[in-house]
């Protein structure tokens, strides 16, 4: 038996896991916003914190702060300390730290090595699969700071998860201890999954702050005051209700009004946000056209207008 393995069971043992893991030693490749966080959480859980690696000097105070005790060292003397780790490096990156990681001939056999990427699932980690490593793919859909805030964060939150079907219980109970929610995903279908996520998490920042700043280009003093009511309501709407939950001009078929939205657009901000302004109609008047919610000849008038037929 590797001698960094406890005498009582060899790490990832998938029956002493399955419906409530047993206390496993857990490290964390690459301290960031989210490894630090699922470190923690993990912990808070009962298992134990027992090694990291951390490059920058803010990615070191984040583990002397979440992952106190934890022992500072090389990525290879992570997995030598630990049952499960964390590889939670950026999307880019891990490719390269798994072949890093076979290349150096880190101890893997047996042990829960998981990531954290929206984009990947298991298949990223097939080099270290094969030397006997147990595959799991845990993305938390929420975005961090982190913080200590963001363990509270985490309750009820879902976690995309892949892995092969010998290991789902395992990495199902991870994601209950952590307060969150396990929701399985196809290893065909991580990219649409992570499209869908980034789409509407990310562009709807994009949005707020481009709207913030032309409301106060419009001589608002507290954007984020009259933004937070309406945008609140919208999306509860749009969660609860869907498409019919849509209201504004492009529902209406106010075409007069979409065209003064562009015309004006396209005076005090940029071609970009014009343009942005523009797609999301056309895609907002499909999407109310297949709903009922517009009538055929509002439909065409509007149309008109999007596609720059009518000044």
């Given amino acids: 038996m590797d001698p960094a393995v406890p005498a009582e069971r060899a790490p990832g043992d998938q029956t002493a896991l399955a419906g409530r893991p047993a206390r496993l030693r857990v490290g964390v490749v690459g301290a960031g916003r989210v490894g630090a966080v699922l470190g923690a959480a993990l912990a808070r859980a009962g298992h134990r914190a027992v090694a990291v690696s951390a490059v920058s000097s803010a990615s070191r105070d984040r583990a002397s702060r979440l992952l106190p005790g934890a022992a500072l060292t090389d990525p290879p003397g992570v997995l030598a300390a630990a049952d499960l780790v964390l590889l939670t490096v950026p999307d880019d990156a891990l490719p390269g730290l798994v072949a890093g990681l076979v290349a150096t001939g880190a101890p893997m056999q047996g042990r829960l090595l998981a990531h954290a990427s929206g984009r990947y699932g298991t298949a990223v980690l097939d080099p270290v699969a094969r030397r006997g490593a147990l595959p799991l793919a845990l993305h938390p859909v929420m975005t961090f700071t982190g913080r200590r805030e963001d363990l509270e964060r985490l309750s009820g939150v879902c976690f995309g998860v892949t892995t092969p079907d010998a ?4 990495a199902e109970a991870l994601v209950i201890e952590m307060g969150g929610e396990p929701v399985v995903i196809a290893e065909d279908d991580r990219d ?69 939205h562009v015309e004006v657009l396209r005076r005090v901000s940029s071609p970009a946000a014009a343009g942005a302004y523009v797609a999301m109609a056309r895609l907002t008047a499909d999407r109310a056209i297949a709903a009922g919610l517009l ?15 009518r000044e």
């Fill in 295 to 309: 009538k055929p000849e509002d439909a065409e008038r509007l149309l008109d207008v999007l596609s720059g037929t």
């Fill in 167 to 170: 290991l789902r219980l395992v």
């Fill in 192 to 260: 649409l999954y992570h499209a869908a996520l980034a789409g509407a998490a990310n562009h709807l920042t994009t949005l707020i702050v481009e709207s913030a700043e032309l409301l106060r280009g419009a001589g608002v003093p507290d954007p984020a005051r009259m933004l937070g009511p309406l945008l609140s309501a919208a999306l509860d709407n749009a969660l609860r209700l869907g498409i019919a939950g849509l209201t504004g001009p492009v529902a209406r078929g106010d075409a007069g009004t979409v065209a003064s």
